[in-house]
């Protein structure tokens, strides 16, 4: 019974450290302000070594902290619903995409820089950009997907290098934008993008 006893308040003592990171993680991600596993740690009142006991690495932390930030791409892009323009729709999804990266942007940050020197952690990365990329693709699914489905496919690649965290922070740190003008910027081109794709399908 004693065993028993010690290994359940064992258990429930890794539960709450756990649960600790990932609040802390979240409150620090809410703050806007620099998201690393030592910020983290200490939020939570444990040492670094014990955060990564739990974690492997950051962009796993980070990934279980947002577990759910995102809604489905269907609810996302609800107010276009009705639209069968795909380059409104992609519009209004490359934007959607970004602003919540701006709100997100000490955990994006931390997770693109993660990942870039360790790629194999890629996989922790939550891909938002694809299910809204699809979703707002819908209207061209049967149109250019059916007829030309290499040109369908690449159109989702392109898009997916500007409906993205990368082309937002290239255009604020590298171009000196500001939020809403780099917004701007990637917003315009992912829908010339999408409207290229559309007079294609028109010339036929």
């Known amino acids: 019974m004693a065993t028993t006893q010690t290994d359940t308040g064992r258990s429930n003592q890794k539960r709450r450290t756990r649960t600790a990171l990932v609040e802390a993680a979240r409150e620090l991600i809410a703050s806007g302000g620099e998201v690393t ?8 009142l444990v040492s670094e070594a014990t955060a990564y006991r739990y ?3 950051l962009p796993s932390l980070i990934s279980e902290a947002l577990a ?53 952690t890629a996989t922790a990365r939550p891909g938002v950009r694809f299910g809204l990329i699809d979703h707002a693709l ?4 049967e149109t250019l997907g059916a ?5 369908f496919a690449q159109l ?15 255009l604020t740190d590298l ?19 999408t409207e290229a794709a559309v007079r294609a399908i028109a010339k036929g």
């Not at 007829?147 to 040109?151: N, V």
């Open 37 to 44: 596993m030592p910020a983290i740690a200490r939020a939570a």
């Open 55 to 57: 974690f492997p690495d």
């Open 68 to 120: 759910g930030a995102w809604p489905p791409p269907a609810e996302a892009l609800a107010p276009v619903a009705d639209s069968a323009d795909p380059a409104e729709r992609v519009a209004f999804a490359c934007e959607y995409l970004l602003r919540g990266v701006l709100l997100r942007q000490g955990a994006v940050r931390a997770v693109i820089a993660a990942t870039v020197t360790r790629p194999e």
């Open 138 to 141: 819908a209207p061209l699914a």
């Open 147 to 151: 007829t030309d489905p290499e040109a």
């Open 156 to 170: 989702k690649r392109d898009l997916a290098v500007v409906v993205s965290a990368e082309a937002l922070f290239t």
């Open 175 to 193: 171009c000196g934008l500001g939020p809403d003008d780099a917004v701007a910027s990637a917003v315009r081109t992912a829908a010339t993008l």
